[in-house]
């Protein structure tokens, strides 16, 4: 797959995983790409080191699977850590 379509697959699957999660999270469009891509790097590392499964090519369901679950995982340590940050203490 090339950069640039790793970088499209991150941004769909960041959006989904977004559509998905419910709440509101943060964050505009470059979060959403650098979440995303984040994402699919820790799905496909999960997905290689677990289920022994990785990146076809773009238009497989096995890539698409792995990056918007690993950016489900990422959104969701994102939204605890930012979380953390805006409470106030009193």
Do not use: H
């Amino acid at each position: 797959m090339s950069f640039l379509g790793f970088l499209l697959l991150g941004l769909i699957a960041g959006a989904i995983a977004k559509a998905i999660l419910p709440g509101k999270q943060g964050g505009g469009w470059v979060v959403t790409l650098i979440l995303g891509v984040v994402g699919a790097l820790v799905g496909g590392w999960i997905g290689g080191a677990v289920f022994g499964v990785g990146y076809d090519g773009f238009f497989s369901i096995e890539s698409w699977l792995i990056a918007i679950v690993g950016s489900i995982v990422v959104l969701l340590v994102y939204g605890l850590i930012v979380g953390r940050g805006s409470r106030s203490r009193a």
